[in-house]
């Protein structure tokens, strides 16, 4: 190799390798403050997107308030659900809590997966709590606080395109940022390297008397770059613009000429814009599923008619309306026939509207709601109601009343209370009247009154009562025994819930269960009951052989609950019996009743159907649930001795047990002559007053000595 070729290469290899290292700086950087911009743009739109979230939640939060409001006021279990489930429409919602009082009516917390990791050290935190204060309804004439509503939002849960729009933005400004470093290193290697190389190559070459040094100057440089190129296209573009301002500062009077064209399009545009609007104004004021009116217009025009009805003393009159037994008809036929079955019973409401001139609109639920506001009563309205329902003939085996769907009415009118003062109270006495029809056997009219407001606002008072004694733990389980009448042994014991009042007064359940079932609480009964027996089982566990304890329907299809009895039944000497009230679901036991039976069988609970003989239930649905005993119902054993044939029912249940290899028990035993005959045709297991009254625990361990029991001849 020759020494100029050495000399080149000598030379040529520290720019490579200038190249090489500047190349890999520049893209690095370039990459890096890309990257770096992007994130910064990224987490500024997150916080926006979380504020607006945020924002949507409370919007909709403002307008639960009210019906959260009313639903602690009414102690309404079912109401204070539905609000619950609207607000869990909003995706980031996490948790709903409703209190009423010092009582907790609703805590709904579910466990949604995050769309973003949580950011707590940028911003604020992710996961917030926001809270609302419940008074009661403006027509109550108070300004009383009743409670409070909470909501848990996770900001981080934003929409899934969100998450789209924001990787595939750092895709892209990633691409731009590399294209943009191999831009830059193209202009630095070919605008400064080229320059640097060659004056190096000068000073190389240069020496004492060649004369004054050529240093390339800046003009050369730029011509000999693509900077030339790019000023004549800034130039071509500059005069592309000019020509387009040009052509359309000719093309004014053209424009002129057509403005009667554009006005038409305009006008066009603005049809389109007004047939949409009420579109949207037609979707916003009207239920999905039925089609007629929602709450949202019920309430507007409710306002509208009842200002109007008290500037002219004119008529109004409100009909609320509920289907009787609807869960029992969506659990029997399935929610897409109970979407069907509430359908039909909107187009028929809306028909009577029209024929009525009256207005109809979808409440919330299984309820609807119709305001008349002309000659026609709020009577001969819900006379068409029934009798529609009737000829409609929608059918639902379930329901106790008829053997199709019926409905039960409250109706109000303005006329009837002079003390109406906004249209809110107006529909609460409507309500208060539903109340009182369903009360009453469902399949009915009531109309309020002032004994029924009367009545409304003291059950209000006891639910408020209620709520405190469960608070307090004042429900206490009395045991009263159960005797072999032909020994005269105590075979077993009953558990029956008792509330004691602080001052000792002493209540039964009927003077409770009705308001304890319409608040939703007696699972909450239940639990106090269970945890009061537990804790006696274990301080005295030979106390009894048997002990009975009640369970209704709800609290069967409570997976927690079933396993909390059969541990007891596992870890307890005395023999766990769980006593099923006959009309609670006899009728037709679902596969997950059946299955949590035999959980409870396995644990060696035995099952006894209570109150036998006051339901309907078949031989057949015995033959399903299999239970070990029969419980002959009070109401047919106080009647024994006094009206005829009453001794020959009491024997068919004993020959049908016996068919089915099964045993009786007899409730409501309160005299000798009713305990002789259940003795003779073969009862001899009974349980009554005649025997002893329910008693406390302490009273029941202080006679525990007493292992037999006398009684009269």
């Excluded at 009661?136 to 409070?148: L, V």
Aim: some cysteine; overall charge negative; glycine content about 6%.
């Amino acid at each position: 190799m020759s020494d100029a070729s050495q000399k080149s290469d000598s030379r040529q290899a520290p720019r490579r390798s200038l190249d090489k290292v500047l190349l890999r700086r520049t893209l690095t950087l370039a990459l890096a403050l890309g990257i770096l911009a992007a994130l910064v743009t990224v987490f500024r739109d997150l916080q926006r997107e979380k504020e607006a979230l945020v924002e949507g939640v409370l919007n909709v939060l403002l307008s639960a308030v009210p019906s959260a409001a009313a639903a602690a006021y009414d102690y309404d279990q079912q109401a204070a659900e539905q609000v619950v489930e609207g607000l869990f429409l909003q995706s980031a919602v996490t948790r709903v809590t409703i209190v009423n009082g010092g009582f907790e009516m609703v805590d709904s917390v579910r466990d949604v997966a995050p769309t973003l990791p949580r950011f707590t050290l940028l911003g604020s935190p992710d996961v917030v709590a926001f809270e609302r204060t419940l008074y009661e309804p403006e027509s109550i004439g108070t300004d009383r606080r009743i409670g409070k509503l909470l909501i848990t939002v996770d900001r981080s849960l934003v929409a899934p395109e969100v998450i789209e729009r924001i990787v595939s933005f750092i895709l892209v400004t990633t691409v731009k940022n590399v294209a943009f470093g191999i831009l830059l290193y193209w202009f630095v290697f070919n605008v400064l390297a080229r320059q640097i190389s060659i004056l190096n190559r000068q000073l190389e070459q240069w020496r004492p008397g060649d004369g004054v040094l050529q240093v390339p100057t800046l003009a050369p440089i730029l011509r000999r770059t693509e900077f030339e190129g790019l000023y004549h296209r800034s130039s071509e573009l500059t005069a592309l613009s000019n020509t387009a301002l040009n052509n359309v500062k000719k093309s004014r009077d053209n424009a002129i000429v057509d403005n009667a064209a554009l006005a038409k399009a305009v006008s066009d545009r603005t049809l389109m814009l007004e047939e949409a609007n009420q579109r949207l104004q037609q979707l916003a004021d009207h239920v999905g599923l039925t089609g007629i009116k929602n709450r949202a217009a019920f309430d507007r025009h409710l306002a509208e008619v009842f200002d109007a009805a008290k500037a002219t003393n004119g008529p109004l009159e409100v009909l609320l309306i509920d289907i009787d037994l609807f869960k029992s008809y969506n659990d029997f036929y399935g929610h897409q026939a109970g979407d069907d079955a509430l359908e039909r019973v909107a187009k028929l409401l809306a028909h009577i509207a029209e024929q009525t001139k009256s207005f109809a609109a979808r409440y919330g639920g299984e309820e609807f709601v119709l305001v008349t506001n002309t000659a026609v009563t709020g009577e001969e309205v819900a006379e068409r109601v029934h009798a529609d329902l009737k000829a409609a003939d929608i059918e639902h085996q379930q329901s106790p009343v008829a053997r199709h769907v019926t409905a039960s009415v409250g109706t109000a009118s303005i006329g009837d209370f002079e003390a109406f003062e906004g249209p809110d109270e107006i529909l609460s006495a409507a309500d208060d009247a539903l109340y009182e029809a369903k009360l009453s056997g469902r399949n009915r009219t009531v109309r309020s009154t002032a004994d029924i407001r009367a009545m409304a606002k003291e059950r209000r008072l006891s639910a408020q009562v209620l709520f405190t004694a469960i608070e307090r733990g004042e429900f206490e389980p009395f045991l009263q025994h159960q005797v072999d009448m032909r020994s005269g042994e105590i075979v077993g014991a009953e558990a029956l819930a008792r509330w004691v009042h602080g001052d000792g007064t002493i209540l039964p359940p009927s003077n409770f269960l009705g308001i304890a079932e319409k608040a939703g609480v007696t699972q909450k009964i239940d639990n106090i009951m269970f945890e009061k027996i537990a804790a006696f089982l274990a301080a005295y566990p030979d106390a009894l052989p048997k002990l009975s304890i009640n369970m209704t329907g709800e609290t069967l299809r409570n997976v927690g609950a079933v396993r909390r009895m059969a541990e007891l039944a596992s870890t307890s000497k005395t023999v766990i019996v769980v006593e099923l009230l006959e009309t609670a679901f006899m009728d037709q036991p679902d596969d997950f009743v059946l299955w949590n039976l035999e959980t409870l069988r396995d644990a060696g609970i035995e099952i006894h159907i209570d109150d036998f003989g006051t339901g309907r239930s078949s031989i057949m649905t015995l033959m399903t649930i299999k239970p070990d005993r029969l419980k002959i119902a009070r109401e047919l054993v106080a009647l024994l001795g006094q009206q005829q044939g009453q001794r020959s029912l009491c024997k068919s249940i004993v020959e049908i047990a016996r068919s089915l290899d099964m045993e009786v028990i007899a409730e409501g035993v309160e005299t000798s002559e009713a305990a002789q005959i259940l003795l003779a045709i073969g009862c001899p297991i009974q349980q009554g007053y005649l025997y002893s009254k329910p008693v406390s625990l302490t009273d029941f361990i202080c006679n525990a000595n007493d292992a037999r029991i006398s009684f009269g001849s």
